[in-house]
């Protein structure tokens, strides 16, 4: 979460607008419930499986559509966000049940640095005079994304899914492209048009009649039994 999403999508996002990305980013919900019953132990009904199924479905149709009858460059960076973005979502959601929200997070981006640190090096090098050149609201964008995306709304998020379940809260994300879609409109200035707008809420009113599917917890393996110790076996 901390390298992967961030850096396919932000790649996508320089090819097509923030409205395409916001309707094919809608597969996380699928994806982060199939990383949920993988690795979490969590097992959505039927049900669930089938609305994900048909909203995902939309979003591929409705990208295909976009690239005039082919997937376009940009996304397989979205693809590739989606599935580094739901693995981190399971994975995060799973540690945070153990160690919380806050300390998932800090924990996540501690790790990350021996790796970030000589990358933005390199890249402040490389693109120094860009960077000097940046506008306030470049850099205002910027400290939004550092201190609230990647770390306040990270908190929040992991301590909900160790609450709540992987699979099930995931299925917020469901509210990502329309928050997406206005985002654009309002800060982007993007015209939306209707196809969109249709895609987006046939994805969410699918994929949503999932949320009132039962999605049940399996039980941990039990621990193996160790036998006792008896008097007179100890050398």
């Known amino acids: 979460m901390v390298a992967g999403f961030p850096l396919f999508s932000s790649l996508a996002m ?4 923030a409205s395409h990305g916001a309707i094919v980013i809608g597969l996380l919900p699928l994806a982060t419930a199939v990383f949920a019953a993988w690795f ?3 097992r959505p009904s039927p ?34 966000a989606v599935v580094l973005g739901a693995l981190g979502y399971a994975e995060g959601g799973k540690l945070s049940r153990e160690l919380g929200g806050l300390e998932t997070i800090s924990w996540a981006l501690v790790v990350s640095l021996p790796v970030l640190v000589p990358m933005v090096a390199w890249l402040t090098l490389r693109d120094l005079p860009a960077i000097a050149a940046a506008s306030p609201r470049a850099w205002g964008g910027m400290a939004y994304v550092s201190v609230f995306s990647m770390f306040v709304g990270f908190l929040f998020w992991y301590a909900g899914l160790a609450k709540g379940g992987v699979a099930r809260v995931g299925q917020i994300q469901l509210l990502q492209p329309f928050l997406t879609l206005a985002g654009g409109a309002l800060i982007l ?47």
């Open 14 to 17: 320089r090819e097509v607008p």
């Open 40 to 42: 979490g132990r969590e």
């Open 47 to 80: 049900a669930f499986w089938l609305s994900a199924v048909a909203g995902s479905a939309l979003v591929v149709g409705f990208a295909v559509w976009q690239g005039a009858g082919g997937l376009q460059h940009a996304d397989w960076y979205l693809f590739a």
């Open 189 to 235: 200035a993007e015209p939306l048009d209707a196809p969109t707008i249709a895609f987006a809420v046939a994805v969410i009113a699918v994929v949503a009649l999932g949320r009132r599917a039962a999605v049940q917890q399996s039980a941990p393996a039990p621990a193996p039994e160790t036998p006792p110790i008896l008097p007179g076996r100890i050398h």
